[in-house]
Protein backbone atom coordinates (compact mmCIF):
# COMPACT_ATOMS: atom_id res chain seq x y z
CA UNK A 1 0.00 0.00 0.00
CA UNK A 2 2.65 2.41 1.20
CA UNK A 3 4.45 1.60 -2.27
CA UNK A 4 2.92 4.39 -3.82
CA UNK A 5 5.04 6.65 -1.83
CA UNK A 6 7.81 5.86 -4.13
CA UNK A 7 6.10 7.77 -6.63
CA UNK A 8 6.57 11.04 -4.94
CA UNK A 9 10.33 10.24 -5.25
CA UNK A 10 12.57 12.14 -7.64
CA UNK A 11 15.25 9.29 -7.41
CA UNK A 12 17.39 11.17 -4.56
CA UNK A 13 15.10 11.42 -1.34
CA UNK A 14 13.62 9.60 1.10
CA UNK A 15 10.36 8.53 -1.06
CA UNK A 16 13.09 6.23 -2.98
CA UNK A 17 13.44 4.35 -0.19
CA UNK A 18 10.18 2.74 -0.17
CA UNK A 19 11.31 1.25 -4.13
CA UNK A 20 13.40 -1.00 -2.29
CA UNK A 21 12.23 -4.56 -1.47
CA UNK A 22 14.95 -4.56 1.46
CA UNK A 23 13.65 -1.30 2.98
CA UNK A 24 10.23 -2.24 2.62
CA UNK A 25 10.84 -5.91 3.83
CA UNK A 26 12.69 -4.43 6.65
CA UNK A 27 9.90 -2.35 7.90
CA UNK A 28 7.29 -5.28 7.57
CA UNK A 29 9.47 -6.98 10.01
CA UNK A 30 9.56 -4.31 12.16
CA UNK A 31 5.53 -3.50 11.61
CA UNK A 32 4.43 -7.08 12.20
CA UNK A 33 6.41 -7.43 15.43
CA UNK A 34 4.94 -4.19 17.10
CA UNK A 35 1.48 -5.45 16.54
CA UNK A 36 2.12 -8.66 17.62
CA UNK A 37 3.51 -7.17 21.57
CA UNK A 38 0.33 -4.01 21.17
CA UNK A 39 -2.42 -6.78 20.29
CA UNK A 40 -0.76 -10.03 22.16
CA UNK A 41 -2.01 -9.54 25.47
CA UNK A 42 -5.53 -8.15 24.59
CA UNK A 43 -6.01 -10.87 21.99
CA UNK A 44 -5.26 -13.48 24.67
CA UNK A 45 -7.37 -11.47 27.20
CA UNK A 46 -10.33 -12.05 24.96
CA UNK A 47 -9.77 -15.62 23.50
CA UNK A 48 -9.82 -16.94 27.38
CA UNK A 49 -12.77 -14.59 28.33
CA UNK A 50 -14.32 -16.98 25.38
CA UNK A 51 -13.52 -19.87 25.51
CA UNK A 52 -13.42 -20.44 29.22
CA UNK A 53 -12.08 -24.07 29.12
CA UNK A 54 -9.56 -23.57 26.57
CA UNK A 55 -7.96 -26.17 24.00
CA UNK A 56 -8.58 -29.63 25.37
CA UNK A 57 -6.15 -31.65 26.19
CA UNK A 58 -6.02 -35.26 24.20
CA UNK A 59 -6.36 -38.30 27.53
CA UNK A 60 -4.00 -40.41 25.35
CA UNK A 61 -1.38 -37.29 25.73
CA UNK A 62 1.86 -37.21 27.85
CA UNK A 63 1.29 -36.76 32.02
CA UNK A 64 2.91 -33.28 31.46
CA UNK A 65 0.34 -31.94 29.04
CA UNK A 66 -2.24 -32.05 31.90
CA UNK A 67 -1.08 -29.42 33.49
CA UNK A 68 -1.75 -26.43 30.50
CA UNK A 69 -5.44 -27.32 30.59
CA UNK A 70 -7.14 -24.12 30.32
CA UNK A 71 -4.77 -22.68 27.84
CA UNK A 72 -6.49 -20.68 25.32
CA UNK A 73 -5.93 -21.74 21.29
CA UNK A 74 -6.71 -19.71 18.38
CA UNK A 75 -3.00 -18.02 19.12
CA UNK A 76 -2.46 -18.14 15.40
CA UNK A 77 -4.90 -15.14 15.23
CA UNK A 78 -2.03 -12.93 16.30
CA UNK A 79 0.20 -13.83 13.62
CA UNK A 80 -2.29 -14.04 10.93
CA UNK A 81 -3.84 -10.30 11.87
CA UNK A 82 -0.18 -8.84 12.15
CA UNK A 83 1.11 -10.69 8.53
CA UNK A 84 -1.45 -9.40 6.55
CA UNK A 85 -1.31 -5.96 8.01
CA UNK A 86 1.64 -5.90 7.60
CA UNK A 87 1.83 -7.48 4.05
CA UNK A 88 -0.92 -5.03 3.12
CA UNK A 89 0.75 -2.06 4.05
CA UNK A 90 4.60 -2.38 2.64
CA UNK A 91 4.02 -4.89 -0.30
CA UNK A 92 2.64 -3.73 -3.70
CA UNK A 93 -0.36 -5.21 -4.01
CA UNK A 94 -0.54 -5.17 -7.89
CA UNK A 95 1.44 -8.53 -7.62
CA UNK A 96 -0.46 -11.77 -8.23
CA UNK A 97 2.21 -13.69 -6.40
CA UNK A 98 1.47 -11.39 -3.15
CA UNK A 99 -2.40 -12.36 -3.19
CA UNK A 100 -1.77 -16.05 -4.07
CA UNK A 101 -0.23 -16.28 -1.15
CA UNK A 102 -2.36 -14.30 0.67
CA UNK A 103 -5.31 -16.33 -0.31
CA UNK A 104 -3.65 -19.62 0.84
CA UNK A 105 -3.14 -17.90 4.12
CA UNK A 106 -6.07 -16.45 5.07
CA UNK A 107 -8.15 -19.44 3.26
CA UNK A 108 -6.16 -22.64 5.13
CA UNK A 109 -6.58 -20.34 8.61
CA UNK A 110 -10.41 -20.02 8.44
CA UNK A 111 -10.28 -24.22 7.97
CA UNK A 112 -8.10 -23.98 10.98
CA UNK A 113 -10.59 -21.27 13.10
CA UNK A 114 -13.32 -23.66 12.05
CA UNK A 115 -11.48 -26.96 13.55
CA UNK A 116 -10.11 -24.74 16.76
CA UNK A 117 -13.82 -23.47 17.48
CA UNK A 118 -15.61 -26.69 16.96
CA UNK A 119 -12.95 -28.67 19.53
CA UNK A 120 -13.25 -25.06 21.84
CA UNK A 121 -17.05 -25.26 21.97
CA UNK A 122 -17.62 -29.00 21.70
CA UNK A 123 -14.68 -29.21 24.78
CA UNK A 124 -13.03 -32.36 22.51
CA UNK A 125 -10.11 -33.28 20.24
CA UNK A 126 -12.40 -33.99 17.15
CA UNK A 127 -12.85 -30.72 15.57
CA UNK A 128 -14.06 -30.51 11.65
CA UNK A 129 -14.41 -34.22 9.97
CA UNK A 130 -10.77 -34.39 8.39
CA UNK A 131 -12.82 -34.99 4.98
CA UNK A 132 -14.26 -31.79 5.38
CA UNK A 133 -10.73 -29.95 5.88
CA UNK A 134 -8.89 -32.61 3.29
CA UNK A 135 -11.19 -31.44 0.45
CA UNK A 136 -11.32 -27.54 1.47
CA UNK A 137 -7.43 -27.77 1.45
CA UNK A 138 -7.06 -29.61 -1.81
CA UNK A 139 -9.79 -27.01 -3.35
CA UNK A 140 -7.60 -23.85 -2.34
CA UNK A 141 -4.30 -25.75 -3.40
CA UNK A 142 -6.17 -26.52 -6.90
CA UNK A 143 -7.30 -22.76 -7.38
CA UNK A 144 -3.97 -21.29 -6.13
CA UNK A 145 -1.81 -23.85 -7.77
CA UNK A 146 -3.70 -23.07 -11.50
CA UNK A 147 -2.64 -19.25 -10.76
CA UNK A 148 0.50 -19.78 -10.04
CA UNK A 149 0.96 -21.63 -13.42
CA UNK A 150 -1.10 -19.29 -15.29
CA UNK A 151 1.51 -16.32 -13.97
CA UNK A 152 4.94 -17.85 -14.36
CA UNK A 153 7.11 -17.00 -17.31
CA UNK A 154 6.10 -19.55 -19.95
CA UNK A 155 9.14 -21.62 -20.04
CA UNK A 156 8.67 -22.50 -16.62
CA UNK A 157 4.61 -22.67 -16.68
CA UNK A 158 3.41 -26.20 -15.58
CA UNK A 159 7.27 -27.85 -14.67
CA UNK A 160 8.65 -29.17 -11.57
CA UNK A 161 12.34 -27.86 -11.30
CA UNK A 162 14.74 -29.39 -9.31
CA UNK A 163 17.44 -28.07 -7.29
CA UNK A 164 21.33 -28.57 -7.51
CA UNK A 165 20.65 -29.58 -11.25
CA UNK A 166 21.11 -26.35 -13.27
CA UNK A 167 18.71 -26.77 -16.78
CA UNK A 168 16.67 -30.01 -15.30
CA UNK A 169 13.01 -28.70 -15.94
CA UNK A 170 10.51 -31.97 -15.97
CA UNK A 171 7.08 -30.69 -17.77
CA UNK A 172 4.07 -32.32 -15.57
CA UNK A 173 1.49 -30.56 -17.83
CA UNK A 174 -2.16 -31.11 -16.26
CA UNK A 175 -0.50 -33.10 -13.08
CA UNK A 176 1.47 -29.83 -12.42
CA UNK A 177 -1.86 -28.81 -10.65
CA UNK A 178 -2.38 -31.75 -8.28
CA UNK A 179 1.38 -31.83 -7.81
CA UNK A 180 0.81 -28.28 -6.31
CA UNK A 181 -2.10 -29.45 -4.39
CA UNK A 182 -0.22 -31.90 -2.86
CA UNK A 183 2.78 -29.70 -1.88
CA UNK A 184 0.63 -26.72 0.05
CA UNK A 185 -2.10 -29.49 1.69
CA UNK A 186 1.15 -31.39 2.66
CA UNK A 187 2.75 -28.81 4.22
CA UNK A 188 0.20 -27.30 5.89
CA UNK A 189 -0.75 -30.97 7.37
CA UNK A 190 3.14 -31.77 8.66
CA UNK A 191 3.28 -27.98 10.11
CA UNK A 192 -0.11 -28.68 11.99
CA UNK A 193 1.11 -32.34 13.43
CA UNK A 194 4.52 -30.48 14.60
CA UNK A 195 2.57 -27.76 16.79
CA UNK A 196 2.24 -30.22 19.89
CA UNK A 197 4.59 -28.49 22.33
CA UNK A 198 5.40 -24.57 23.02
CA UNK A 199 7.03 -22.75 20.34
CA UNK A 200 7.95 -26.10 18.70
CA UNK A 201 6.49 -25.39 15.17
CA UNK A 202 6.77 -21.61 15.18
CA UNK A 203 10.64 -21.46 15.51
CA UNK A 204 11.10 -24.00 12.51
CA UNK A 205 8.20 -22.04 10.48
CA UNK A 206 9.96 -18.77 11.02
CA UNK A 207 13.60 -20.39 10.16
CA UNK A 208 11.50 -21.70 6.49
CA UNK A 209 10.10 -18.64 5.83
CA UNK A 210 13.52 -16.79 5.83
CA UNK A 211 15.03 -19.04 3.68
CA UNK A 212 12.67 -18.62 1.45
CA UNK A 213 12.04 -14.85 1.62
CA UNK A 214 15.96 -15.24 0.47
CA UNK A 215 14.90 -17.53 -2.14
CA UNK A 216 12.20 -15.68 -3.47
CA UNK A 217 14.34 -12.35 -3.22
CA UNK A 218 16.68 -14.34 -5.75
CA UNK A 219 14.69 -15.74 -7.68
CA UNK A 220 12.46 -12.53 -8.75
CA UNK A 221 16.43 -10.69 -9.50
CA UNK A 222 17.32 -11.44 -12.93
CA UNK A 223 21.11 -10.83 -12.07
CA UNK A 224 21.34 -13.22 -9.52
CA UNK A 225 19.73 -16.26 -11.18
CA UNK A 226 22.10 -15.37 -14.11
CA UNK A 227 24.93 -15.68 -11.75
CA UNK A 228 23.83 -18.62 -9.26
CA UNK A 229 22.04 -20.58 -12.30
CA UNK A 230 18.10 -20.47 -10.87
CA UNK A 231 15.01 -19.76 -12.93
CA UNK A 232 14.14 -16.84 -13.21
CA UNK A 233 10.77 -15.80 -11.85
CA UNK A 234 9.75 -12.29 -12.06
CA UNK A 235 7.75 -10.44 -9.62
CA UNK A 236 8.73 -13.02 -6.83
CA UNK A 237 11.56 -10.92 -4.72
CA UNK A 238 7.92 -9.20 -3.12
CA UNK A 239 7.45 -12.42 -1.33
CA UNK A 240 10.41 -10.92 0.97
CA UNK A 241 7.94 -8.87 2.56
CA UNK A 242 5.53 -11.27 3.49
CA UNK A 243 8.42 -13.87 4.54
CA UNK A 244 9.79 -10.69 6.73
CA UNK A 245 5.77 -10.20 8.03
CA UNK A 246 5.86 -13.80 8.83
CA UNK A 247 8.89 -13.76 10.86
CA UNK A 248 8.11 -10.30 12.77
CA UNK A 249 4.21 -11.47 13.61
CA UNK A 250 5.87 -15.04 14.64
CA UNK A 251 8.45 -13.23 16.84
CA UNK A 252 5.77 -11.43 18.12
CA UNK A 253 3.46 -14.87 19.44
CA UNK A 254 6.28 -16.67 20.57
CA UNK A 255 6.73 -13.85 23.33
CA UNK A 256 3.33 -15.21 24.75
CA UNK A 257 3.80 -18.97 23.33
CA UNK A 258 7.51 -19.22 25.10
CA UNK A 259 6.84 -22.02 27.96
CA UNK A 260 4.61 -21.84 30.06
CA UNK A 261 2.55 -20.99 26.65
CA UNK A 262 -0.33 -17.78 27.88
CA UNK A 263 -1.71 -19.20 24.40
CA UNK A 264 -1.42 -22.05 21.76
CA UNK A 265 -1.16 -20.99 18.39
CA UNK A 266 -4.08 -23.86 17.09
CA UNK A 267 -4.95 -25.39 13.92
CA UNK A 268 -5.74 -21.38 12.56
CA UNK A 269 -2.13 -20.60 12.78
CA UNK A 270 -0.49 -23.88 11.99
CA UNK A 271 -2.43 -25.10 8.54
CA UNK A 272 -2.12 -21.35 7.02
CA UNK A 273 1.57 -20.80 8.09
CA UNK A 274 2.26 -24.17 6.95
CA UNK A 275 0.18 -23.69 3.38
CA UNK A 276 2.15 -20.61 3.01
CA UNK A 277 5.49 -22.05 2.96
CA UNK A 278 4.06 -24.56 0.95
CA UNK A 279 2.43 -21.76 -1.80
CA UNK A 280 5.74 -19.64 -1.51
CA UNK A 281 7.18 -23.27 -2.80
CA UNK A 282 4.97 -23.42 -5.74
CA UNK A 283 5.39 -20.11 -7.04
CA UNK A 284 9.17 -20.11 -6.61
CA UNK A 285 9.14 -22.96 -8.28
CA UNK A 286 11.05 -24.47 -5.66
CA UNK A 287 9.15 -27.24 -4.03
CA UNK A 288 11.51 -30.02 -3.59
CA UNK A 289 13.71 -27.41 -1.39
CA UNK A 290 10.95 -27.67 0.51
CA UNK A 291 11.19 -31.08 1.49
CA UNK A 292 14.74 -29.83 2.88
CA UNK A 293 14.41 -26.69 4.64
CA UNK A 294 11.29 -27.68 6.32
CA UNK A 295 12.25 -31.38 6.88
CA UNK A 296 11.58 -31.54 10.33
CA UNK A 297 8.01 -30.94 8.92
CA UNK A 298 8.27 -33.91 7.07
CA UNK A 299 10.29 -36.21 9.59
CA UNK A 300 6.59 -35.66 11.83
CA UNK A 301 4.25 -36.39 8.81
CA UNK A 302 6.10 -39.35 8.16
CA UNK A 303 6.56 -40.68 11.88
CA UNK A 304 2.58 -39.91 11.89
CA UNK A 305 1.89 -42.08 8.73
CA UNK A 306 4.49 -44.79 9.52
CA UNK A 307 2.79 -45.23 12.85
CA UNK A 308 -0.71 -46.01 11.52
CA UNK A 309 0.15 -47.89 9.01
CA UNK A 310 2.73 -50.40 11.05
CA UNK A 311 -0.06 -50.58 13.58
CA UNK A 312 -2.89 -51.49 10.90
CA UNK A 313 -0.84 -54.05 9.38
CA UNK A 314 0.75 -55.43 12.88
CA UNK A 315 -0.78 -54.45 16.19
CA UNK A 316 2.70 -52.60 17.15
CA UNK A 317 4.00 -49.46 17.26
CA UNK A 318 7.10 -48.21 15.53
CA UNK A 319 6.91 -45.21 18.34
CA UNK A 320 6.23 -44.66 21.74
CA UNK A 321 3.25 -42.32 20.41
CA UNK A 322 3.41 -39.99 17.10
CA UNK A 323 3.97 -37.86 16.02
CA UNK A 324 7.90 -38.23 16.91
CA UNK A 325 7.69 -34.86 19.05
CA UNK A 326 5.93 -37.41 21.28
CA UNK A 327 7.74 -40.24 21.23
CA UNK A 328 11.09 -38.11 23.08
CA UNK A 329 8.53 -37.10 25.99
CA UNK A 330 7.82 -40.68 26.37
CA UNK A 331 11.31 -41.18 26.58
CA UNK A 332 11.85 -39.13 29.71
CA UNK A 333 13.18 -35.50 27.39
CA UNK A 334 11.90 -32.48 29.06
CA UNK A 335 9.83 -30.66 26.91
CA UNK A 336 12.25 -27.74 26.72
CA UNK A 337 14.93 -29.90 25.27
CA UNK A 338 13.20 -30.91 22.46
CA UNK A 339 11.88 -27.98 21.44
CA UNK A 340 15.39 -26.26 21.29
CA UNK A 341 16.83 -29.45 20.07
CA UNK A 342 14.60 -29.24 17.22
CA UNK A 343 14.75 -25.98 16.76
CA UNK A 344 18.82 -26.54 16.05
CA UNK A 345 17.76 -29.32 13.51
CA UNK A 346 15.60 -26.91 11.44
CA UNK A 347 18.21 -24.12 11.27
CA UNK A 348 20.59 -27.22 9.69
CA UNK A 349 18.06 -28.01 7.63
CA UNK A 350 17.57 -24.71 6.15
CA UNK A 351 21.14 -23.97 5.89
CA UNK A 352 21.69 -27.18 3.68
CA UNK A 353 18.71 -26.11 1.19
CA UNK A 354 20.12 -22.50 1.25
CA UNK A 355 23.32 -24.15 -0.24
CA UNK A 356 21.50 -25.75 -3.08
CA UNK A 357 21.16 -22.01 -4.62
CA UNK A 358 25.27 -22.32 -4.51
CA UNK A 359 25.25 -25.90 -5.86
CA UNK A 360 24.67 -25.93 -9.87
Not at 24 to 42: C, D, K, Q
Not at 312 to 339: C, N, S
Amino acid sequence: MLYWLASLSDGGDFFNLFRYITFRAGAAFLTALVFGFIFGRPLINLLRKKQKKGQPIRDDGPATHFVKAGTPTMGGLLILSALLFSTLLWGRLDNPYVWIVLLVTVCFGLIGFADDYAKVTKQNTNGVSSRIRMLAGLGVAAVAGTAAALFHPEALRWTLAFPVFKDALINLSILFVPFAMLVIVGAANAVNLTDGLDGLAVMPVMIAAASFGVIAYIVGNYNFTQYLGVHFVPGTGELLIFCAALIGGGLGFLWYNAPPAAVFMGDTGSLALGGALGAIAVVTKHEIVLAIVGGLFVVEALSVIIQVAYFKRTGKRVFLMAPIHHHFEKKGWGEAQIVIRFWIISLILAMIGLATLKLR
